[in-house]
């Protein structure tokens, strides 16, 4: 039975290999997501072991609040002396680190787009430093000198004895460059900029004199790690800790990882929607392998097979053609890895290039998925085929094995009417309480489940569907639109599997061509409705933010009316980060309006947190009531809820708290740079003048950016459309397996219409008229996916719109534009299906083909 | 052995000179054809009979531009097809010839109506409505023409096959073993069509059967065996092709 099955699987090579694609392909991105972050975890892994080389302690504040941006809480720099009286102690120093952007020659900031900017000091003994090495020069002596990382300065032909600019939290300020560093073999750290000063130095620049971030300890000849921690924790001060330097090496790389966890299950879930396609593709191949092979299996069972072995046969050759998919798959997902560097490296994540490791769960998972999704799909057309009655194979009959369409209409649309449920109770979750990750695991099964019910549902509609979108075409193309029309009718149920490959993709593209649309309307609404300010400086790209110091410059100039500093920080919320904006509470009235409803801006100056009104609606809070915030400098407490607002669209955030609060609370986590400044003009003052005032403060802050109201506007639609790019690039993976299974369908169903095209080369059809009618073909099915896949996307989107409503997506935008080219795009994806089945079609050869059996 | 005197004295609507055809190569080399030169001539309806294997189907695919000759040349009217190009090959077939198979004649999801018009579909021409209601009256096909293939009889199937082998007046009609699926009632029908469309309209027919009452419908029958022309019958009756026949033993 196996060599029969690895027969037909070998005398059907090409078949073989159409459907592993799909499989592959979909293997290739789950194995690709797989490898891609285990390259970005062991470059990290890689990175901190070298960081922490040769330390064995390290002593650092202590907290119990874990969230997201947060470093341990600065400590007083009288620690140090309580380390260094510690027995078994060699050296130790203290060090601070923070925000600092290096400036190249010409004046611009050097920023990467994903790694950090970061400044620090340098440690006298240079044992104390980890891996750090001099290239060249000598560390920093005095408050005027700095060393930089070797690839900053190779790649901005900065050289030992250059005087270059360097923004930190306190000043824009000039420094001669007196060393170059590595790391080790690296000349950089993942990416990262670097600048480090002499101690005193760094502990003015970010706002940490008399503190230190951490203190570095080497332990005597023959005194163990361990037990160094223990002593020395012995003699800390409450909130003060001493870790090991191996355990915080992992500790930290943990933290990178879990942030990367994130991404990781994001592209799993993309690499998912491909497999789901992919499935579709698989199924619809078997179920006409099943169906040309109808004649064979029927006579195997006449010579005494029986329905069992006829299932494993087409089951093995399942397997089969799995396992092939699967070794590819997997191979294949280091292009993916690449891809994924790609399309992050194009959108600004500059990622470290190392060779990316095979995991043994990337091999097992791949494995599974790959063989679990092609033997699930043959399963249903094996059993089928298992019912050939025998006599079929004498008889030249059409054994109907499908689902009647009574019992179709009534599955789909229970499936249907499931699935929709589970979207709405997710998003909405009023009904069902499942819990915040169970809610969108729901909202995905739904999401499946309503793709499923349509795929099911569209076969029985597909007939007047073709028609209807084929009207056009007999005009235009008399006879082979006429055959197309009718070709794509003539297996419903395969051309609407077909379609609804290409649809699942399209619906989700549409899907976030509404949803991104929604989201840039109801910005750009709040930026109209809410910002009083003139102008709004903040930093592009993804990380950092910029020196107080520039607010600080605009609010003496007589030009500037009010200056509001915005700066973002993480608190635990019951046990997860939440969100909140420190805000400059004495201006904030003049430059954003907040739509106060209870309490004001002078009370949160003094303390306590302003929330939004859905939120303490929700909560069932009243003003005035205290809430539990957790921050990881200063712990728990209880803060008052002293107001409520309804505008969060341009402070992006629901939750504020006043500046002064905010520096109790978030002094030297890293986040405390300014993050917006939002600038207001003095009445009277023309716009050109205020503008040149701002861009002139602004001139030596090279990593921000000066933008008016329309502007500022333009540049939040931007980052939208940015990400609306890597969600489309994740998606095109799924689009390109539907055109493959477009591809694949139309190359068999011509393969059973073999005689039909020689007949109708011999009575004088070109050529080009069976490629013609071949393309009108593959246009129709992909037409008839996009539009299902424009309302299912239409859906999708107006719901999870609505559900958004409570976080400032207040609009509900559909860009009809874009998703009605999405109609040209399936049009066109079906054209390119059809170039190879259409060359193949027209090359038969015509006397075999009227033979043909 | 081979007979080319003209019979009649009409033009010459097909012809094949010295017309070779062999498959394969050295000891698995079949010679379907073997130097085979005969006319067609206009307005007249040639039988080719032959035992299985004799190279029949071979001749007519030859003839009809659907298969090239190893070696020779083949004519229809005054053009060569050796020397046209697949493009002008298919335009000749659409223009010049029509076709009745032995079996699967129709596509399946064209009506009987856009069957018989499919030539002239393919070649976006208007059609001589006239000249198709008498096709179809004379085929019987006037109640049948909104049907499907598969709502058909086989002998209405092949009606409508010959029916769209007529209606854009080729200059020759090629049919292998048209009657060859039917029975014999239907085949009668079919077969005293063919003989109506060369009477009546001056249709060129040349037909390929191994029955002899089939054959027994044509003006001229060229009996083939081994790939070479071995002997010719004109206005045969069932009762002389049966006698030849069993004088080649076949
Ligand atoms: N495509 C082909 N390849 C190889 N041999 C062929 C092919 N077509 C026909 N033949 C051989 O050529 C000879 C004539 O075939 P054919 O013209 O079909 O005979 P007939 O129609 O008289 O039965 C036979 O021996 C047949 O096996
Ligand atoms: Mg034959």
Same mark, same amino acid.
């Given at each position: 039975?196996?060599?029969?099955?690895?027969?037909?699987?070998?005398?059907?090579?090409?078949?073989?290999?159409?459907?592993?694609?799909?499989?592959?392909?979909?293997?290739?991105?789950?194995?690709?997501?797989?490898?891609?972050?285990?390259?970005?975890?062991?470059?990290?892994?890689?990175?901190?072991?070298?960081?922490?080389?040769?330390?064995?302690?390290?002593?650092?504040?202590?907290?119990?609040?874990?969230?997201?941006?947060?470093?341990?809480?600065?400590?007083?720099?009288?620690?140090?002396?309580?380390?260094?009286?510690?027995?078994?102690?060699?050296?130790?120093?203290?060090?601070?680190?923070?925000?600092?952007?290096?400036?190249?020659?010409?004046?611009?900031?050097?920023?990467?787009?994903?790694?950090?900017?970061?400044?620090?000091?340098?440690?006298?003994?240079?044992?104390?430093?980890?891996?750090?090495?001099?290239?060249?020069?000598?560390?920093?002596?005095?408050?005027?000198?700095?060393?930089?990382?070797?690839?900053?300065?190779?790649?901005?032909?900065?050289?030992?004895?250059?005087?270059?600019?360097?923004?930190?939290?306190?000043?824009?300020?000039?420094?001669?460059?007196?060393?170059?560093?590595?790391?080790?073999?690296?000349?950089?750290?993942?990416?990262?900029?670097?600048?480090?000063?002499?101690?005193?130095?760094?502990?003015?620049?970010?706002?940490?004199?008399?503190?230190?971030?951490?203190?570095?300890?080497?332990?005597?000849?023959?005194?163990?790690?361990?037990?160094?921690?223990?002593?020395?924790?012995?003699?800390?001060?409450?909130?003060?800790?001493?870790?090991?330097?191996?355990?915080?090496?992992?500790?930290?790389?943990?933290?990178?990882?879990?942030?990367?966890?994130?991404?990781?299950?994001?592209?799993?879930?993309?690499?998912?929607?491909?497999?789901?396609?992919?499935?579709?593709?698989?199924?619809?191949?078997?179920?006409?392998?099943?169906?040309?092979?109808?004649?064979?299996?029927?006579?195997?069972?006449?010579?005494?097979?029986?329905?069992?072995?006829?299932?494993?046969?087409?089951?093995?050759?399942?397997?089969?053609?799995?396992?092939?998919?699967?070794?590819?798959?997997?191979?294949?997902?280091?292009?993916?890895?690449?891809?994924?560097?790609?399309?992050?490296?194009?959108?600004?994540?500059?990622?470290?290039?190392?060779?990316?490791?095979?995991?043994?769960?990337?091999?097992?998972?791949?494995?599974?998925?790959?063989?679990?999704?092609?033997?699930?799909?043959?399963?249903?057309?094996?059993?089928?085929?298992?019912?050939?009655?025998?006599?079929?194979?004498?008889?030249?009959?059409?054994?109907?094995?499908?689902?009647?369409?009574?019992?179709?209409?009534?599955?789909?649309?229970?499936?249907?009417?499931?699935?929709?449920?589970?979207?709405?109770?997710?998003?909405?979750?009023?009904?069902?309480?499942?819990?915040?990750?169970?809610?969108?695991?729901?909202?995905?099964?739904?999401?499946?489940?309503?793709?499923?019910?349509?795929?099911?549902?569209?076969?029985?509609?597909?007939?007047?569907?073709?028609?209807?979108?084929?009207?056009?075409?007999?005009?235009?193309?008399?006879?082979?639109?006429?055959?197309?029309?009718?070709?794509?009718?003539?297996?419903?149920?395969?051309?609407?599997?077909?379609?609804?490959?290409?649809?699942?993709?399209?619906?989700?593209?549409?899907?976030?061509?509404?949803?991104?649309?929604?989201?840039?309307?109801?910005?750009?609404?709040?930026?109209?409705?809410?910002?009083?300010?003139?102008?709004?400086?903040?930093?592009?790209?993804?990380?950092?933010?910029?020196?107080?110091?520039?607010?600080?410059?605009?609010?003496?100039?007589?030009?500037?009316?009010?200056?509001?500093?915005?700066?973002?920080?993480?608190?635990?919320?019951?046990?997860?980060?939440?969100?909140?904006?420190?805000?400059?509470?004495?201006?904030?009235?003049?430059?954003?309006?907040?739509?106060?409803?209870?309490?004001?801006?002078?009370?949160?100056?003094?303390?306590?947190?302003?929330?939004?009104?859905?939120?303490?609606?929700?909560?069932?809070?009243?003003?005035?009531?205290?809430?539990?915030?957790?921050?990881?400098?200063?712990?728990?407490?209880?803060?008052?809820?002293?107001?409520?607002?309804?505008?969060?669209?341009?402070?992006?955030?629901?939750?504020?708290?006043?500046?002064?609060?905010?520096?109790?609370?978030?002094?030297?986590?890293?986040?405390?740079?300014?993050?917006?400044?939002?600038?207001?003009?003095?009445?009277?003052?023309?716009?050109?003048?205020?503008?040149?005032?701002?861009?002139?403060?602004?001139?030596?802050?090279?990593?921000?950016?000066?933008?008016?109201?329309?502007?500022?506007?333009?540049?939040?639609?931007?980052?939208?459309?940015?990400?609306?790019?890597?969600?489309?690039?994740?998606?095109?993976?799924?689009?390109?397996?539907?055109?493959?299974?477009?591809?694949?369908?139309?190359?068999?169903?011509?393969?059973?219409?073999?005689?039909?095209?020689?007949?109708?080369?011999?009575?004088?059809?070109?050529?080009?008229?069976?490629?013609?009618?071949?393309?009108?073909?593959?246009?129709?099915?992909?037409?008839?996916?996009?539009?299902?896949?424009?309302?299912?996307?239409?859906?999708?989107?107006?719901?999870?719109?609505?559900?958004?409503?409570?976080?400032?997506?207040?609009?509900?935008?559909?860009?009809?534009?874009?998703?009605?080219?999405?109609?040209?795009?399936?049009?066109?994806?079906?054209?390119?299906?059809?170039?190879?089945?259409?060359?193949?079609?027209?090359?038969?050869?015509?006397?075999?083909?009227?033979?043909?059996? | 052995?081979?007979?080319?005197?003209?019979?009649?004295?009409?033009?010459?609507?097909?012809?094949?000179?010295?017309?070779?055809?062999?498959?394969?190569?050295?000891?698995?080399?079949?010679?379907?054809?073997?130097?085979?030169?005969?006319?067609?001539?206009?307005?007249?309806?040639?039988?080719?009979?032959?035992?299985?294997?004799?190279?029949?189907?071979?001749?007519?695919?030859?003839?009809?531009?659907?298969?090239?000759?190893?070696?020779?040349?083949?004519?229809?009217?005054?053009?060569?097809?050796?020397?046209?190009?697949?493009?002008?090959?298919?335009?000749?077939?659409?223009?010049?010839?029509?076709?009745?198979?032995?079996?699967?004649?129709?596509?399946?999801?064209?009506?009987?109506?856009?069957?018989?018009?499919?030539?002239?579909?393919?070649?976006?021409?208007?059609?001589?409505?006239?000249?198709?209601?008498?096709?179809?009256?004379?085929?019987?096909?006037?109640?049948?023409?909104?049907?499907?293939?598969?709502?058909?009889?086989?002998?209405?199937?092949?009606?409508?096959?010959?029916?769209?082998?007529?209606?854009?007046?080729?200059?020759?009609?090629?049919?292998?073993?048209?009657?060859?699926?039917?029975?014999?009632?239907?085949?009668?029908?079919?077969?005293?069509?063919?003989? &109506?469309? #060369?009477?009546?309209?001056?249709?060129? =027919? $040349?037909?390929?059967? *191994? +029955? !002899?009452?089939?054959? %027994?419908?044509? @003006? &001229?029958? #060229?009996?083939?065996?081994?790939?070479? =022309? $071995?002997?010719?019958? *004109? +206005? !045969?009756?069932?009762? %002389?092709?049966? @006698? &030849?026949?069993?004088?080649?033993?076949?």
């Amino acid at each position: 039975m196996i060599r029969t099955a690895l027969k037909t699987v070998f005398a059907h090579k090409l078949r073989l290999a159409l459907t592993a694609m799909s499989v592959m392909m979909g293997v290739a991105f789950i194995a690709g997501t797989f490898i891609f972050t285990d390259t970005i975890d062991e470059t990290f892994n890689d990175l901190f072991d070298d960081l922490f080389a040769g330390q064995d302690v390290i002593v650092q504040g202590e907290t119990e609040i874990d969230v997201g941006f947060s470093g341990p809480p600065p400590m007083d720099a009288g620690v140090l002396d309580l380390v260094l009286a510690v027995p078994g102690v060699d050296a130790a120093e203290g060090s601070v680190g923070g925000l600092a952007i290096i400036y190249d020659k010409e004046g611009e900031a050097i920023v990467p787009t994903g790694p950090p900017t970061i400044g620090g000091s340098m440690t006298d003994d240079l044992r104390l430093a980890g891996n750090v090495e001099l290239r060249d020069g000598r560390v920093p002596e005095t408050a005027t000198e700095v060393s930089i990382d070797a690839k900053t300065a190779t790649d901005n032909n900065i050289v030992v004895g250059d005087v270059v600019k360097i923004q930190s939290p306190m000043e824009v300020a000039e420094y001669e460059v007196v060393s170059t560093i590595g790391f080790g073999e690296s000349d950089n750290l993942a990416g990262a900029t670097f600048a480090g000063f002499e101690l005193a130095t760094a502990q003015r620049l970010f706002d940490l004199e008399g503190q230190y971030s951490s203190i570095v300890v080497i332990a005597q000849e023959g005194t163990s790690p361990d037990l160094l921690r223990n002593s020395i924790a012995s003699v800390l001060p409450e909130g003060v800790e001493a870790v090991t330097a191996a355990d915080e090496a992992d500790a930290q790389s943990e933290v990178l990882s879990e942030s990367l966890g994130f991404l990781q299950t994001a592209l799993l879930v993309f690499a998912l929607v491909a497999v789901f396609v992919a499935s579709f593709i698989i199924q619809n191949t078997f179920r006409i392998i099943v169906r040309q092979r109808q004649k064979e299996l029927a006579l195997m069972r006449a010579v005494g097979a029986t329905g069992n072995q006829v299932v494993w046969m087409v089951v093995i050759e399942a397997i089969i053609v799995g396992a092939v998919a699967s070794i590819i798959g997997i191979a294949f997902g280091f292009v993916i890895a690449q891809g994924l560097t790609s399309v992050l490296s194009a959108v600004g994540f500059d990622l470290p290039s190392t060779t990316a490791p095979l995991a043994t769960r990337t091999i097992v998972v791949g494995f599974a998925v790959g063989m679990g999704v092609t033997v699930a799909a043959a399963v249903l057309p094996a059993i089928r085929a298992a019912r050939i009655p025998p006599v079929a194979a004498l008889q030249d009959v059409d054994v109907r094995l499908r689902m009647s369409d009574r019992r179709r209409t009534i599955i789909g649309s229970i499936v249907l009417v499931v699935g929709i449920a589970l979207i709405v109770n997710g998003l909405f979750g009023d009904i069902l309480d499942l819990g915040p990750l169970n809610e969108l695991t729901a909202i995905g099964a739904g999401a499946l489940m309503v793709f499923l019910a349509v795929s099911m549902l569209s076969s029985l509609i597909v007939k007047p569907f073709a028609q209807f979108l084929g009207w056009p075409l007999p005009s235009i193309d008399n006879l082979t639109g006429t055959l197309a029309i009718e070709n794509s009718v003539r297996k419903p149920r395969r051309t609407a599997t077909t379609a609804s490959a290409l649809m699942i993709g399209l619906a989700l593209v549409a899907f976030f061509f509404i949803l991104g649309d929604s989201i840039k309307a109801s910005a750009g609404a709040a930026i109209e409705e809410g910002l009083r300010a003139d102008y709004v400086i903040n930093v592009d790209g993804f990380s950092g933010g910029f020196s107080p110091v520039l607010g600080n410059t605009l609010d003496e100039a007589p030009e500037i009316e009010a200056t509001t500093s915005l700066r973002f920080g993480f608190w635990d919320r019951d046990g997860s980060d939440e969100f909140l904006m420190g805000i400059d509470s004495e201006t904030v009235d003049q430059t954003i309006f907040l739509g106060v409803t209870a309490g004001s801006t002078e009370i949160l100056g003094q303390g306590g947190v302003m929330v939004h009104e859905d939120i303490v609606d929700g909560e069932g809070w009243v003003v005035g009531e205290t809430i539990p915030m957790g921050f990881a400098t200063t712990g728990r407490q209880q803060v008052e809820l002293v107001g409520t607002f309804t505008e969060a669209g341009v402070v992006q955030a629901n939750f504020l708290i006043g500046m002064g609060f905010y520096e109790e609370n978030f002094k030297g986590v890293g986040t405390d740079v300014d993050f917006v400044l939002a600038v207001k003009a003095a009445e009277g003052v023309p716009g050109e003048t205020s503008r040149a005032v701002v861009e002139a403060a602004a001139a030596d802050y090279a990593n921000v950016t000066v933008r008016d109201q329309a502007e500022y506007r333009k540049s939040q639609e931007d980052q939208v459309n940015q990400l609306l790019v890597i969600f489309n690039a994740l998606l095109i993976l799924a689009v390109i397996i539907a055109v493959f299974g477009i591809a694949n369908t139309l190359a068999l169903s011509i393969f059973e219409r073999t005689r039909e095209i020689g007949l109708l080369r011999a009575v004088g059809m070109s050529r080009r008229q069976i490629k013609r009618m071949i393309r009108w073909e593959a246009i129709i099915v992909a037409i008839i996916g996009a539009v299902l896949g424009i309302v299912v996307g239409l859906f999708f989107g107006i719901v999870v719109t609505a559900a958004l409503g409570a976080q400032g997506i207040d609009v509900l935008s559909i860009p009809a534009v874009q998703i009605l080219g999405l109609v040209v795009f399936g049009a066109i994806a079906g054209l390119a299906a059809a170039m190879f089945p259409a060359r193949r079609a027209a090359k038969l050869n015509i006397l075999e083909a009227i033979s043909y059996e | 052995m081979t007979t080319t005197q003209a019979t009649s004295t009409g033009a010459v609507a097909a012809r094949i000179d010295s017309g070779t055809k062999t498959y394969g190569q050295g000891d698995t080399e079949v010679r379907a054809l073997d130097g085979v030169t005969a006319e067609f001539e206009s307005g007249r309806f040639t039988a080719i009979m032959g035992p299985s294997g004799s190279g029949k189907s071979t001749l007519l695919h030859c003839v009809a531009g659907l298969d090239v000759l190893s070696d020779g040349r083949v004519f229809i009217g005054d053009t060569e097809l050796g020397a046209l190009n697949d493009k002008d090959l298919t335009l000749l077939r659409r223009e010049k010839v029509g076709f009745v198979f032995q079996a699967f004649n129709l596509i399946p999801t064209l009506t009987a109506r856009e069957n018989v018009l499919l030539p002239l579909l393919i070649a976006g021409d208007d059609h001589d409505e006239a000249w198709f209601d008498q096709v179809v009256g004379i085929l019987g096909l006037e109640d049948r023409l909104t049907h499907r293939p598969s709502e058909l009889s086989g002998g209405q199937q092949q009606r409508v096959a010959a029916a769209r082998a007529l209606v854009s007046r080729p200059a020759i009609v090629f049919a292998d073993e048209p009657s060859g699926n039917l029975d014999s009632k239907s085949a009668a029908e079919l077969l005293d069509f063919m003989r &109506r469309a #060369v009477k009546e309209f001056g249709q060129t =027919i $040349v037909m390929v059967t *191994h +029955d !002899p009452v089939a054959a %027994s419908y044509s @003006d &001229r029958i #060229v009996f083939l065996e081994d790939g070479k =022309i $071995v002997d010719e019958l *004109h +206005d !045969p009756t069932p009762d %002389s092709v049966l @006698d &030849r026949m069993r004088q080649f033993g076949a």
